[in-house]
């Protein structure tokens, strides 16, 4: 097993939206042969309408990094179970969402199978995802457009706003000073 750096994009939409984020981030901090590396401030951000129905909720979204030895498919349905434990309505996977988690990176692996796409197709295109990435890691440079992740942001055409949501909620999962770049491993 190899130790990669993997980065999961989270985001909510109906309910307690803060509480559904902190959760998930608190349940992905808790993960087996992984340790927490990373997790973005909070954004507040206008629902894209790209083929779904997400409805008319303002999304929460944010980006975790995670140190981990678990292999992509099984990471993939951990955050299956993940949304599940967290009430995502199954019958209706591109409604209102309690929680979406999706793989963005996993080092600088290139996954293309029916069920899993990695980089995520989007996350280019997204600046709801690229803002929180720049703040875990600007310089990271996607596997496959080799661009990095500020140089993505710098080029998006996604005019959707993005804030910074204002005040961020203090979480359970542990104190901001922890979450940014650990630096002593
Ligand atoms: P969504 O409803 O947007 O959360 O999409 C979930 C579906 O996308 C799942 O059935 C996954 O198999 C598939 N999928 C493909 N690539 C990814 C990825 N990088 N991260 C999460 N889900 C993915």
């Known amino acids: 097993m190899s130790r990669e750096t993997v980065f999961i994009g989270f985001g909510s939409n109906v309910g307690d939206r803060v509480d559904f984020c902190d959760r998930a981030v608190t349940l992905l901090s808790l993960l087996p042969h992984s340790q927490l590396a990373g997790v973005s401030l909070l954004y507040e951000t206008e629902p894209v309408n790209d083929g779904s129905n997400p409805g008319e909720g303002w999304f929460l979204n944010g980006v975790v990094q995670i140190e981990t030895d678990i292999a992509p498919k099984s990471l993939l ?80 055409d996604d005019r959707s706003e993005v804030r ?22």
């Open 77 to 156: 349905s951990v955050l299956r179970e993940i949304e599940r434990s967290l009430g995502r309505d199954q019958d209706n996977r591109s409604g209102p969402r309690t929680i979406d988690l999706d793989i963005l990176f996993y080092g600088r692996r290139v996954i293309n199978e029916p069920d899993l796409v990695v980089p995520h197709p989007r996350l280019h295109q997204r600046r709801f995802v690229l803002m929180p990435l720049s703040e875990l890691d600007p310089l990271f440079v996607h596997p496959v457009r080799q661009r990095t992740v500020n140089q993505m942001l710098a080029e998006v």
């Open 164 to 185: 910074l949501l204002f005040p961020q909620p203090s979480t359970r999962y542990g104190s901001r000073p922890t979450c940014g770049p650990r630096l002593d491993s």
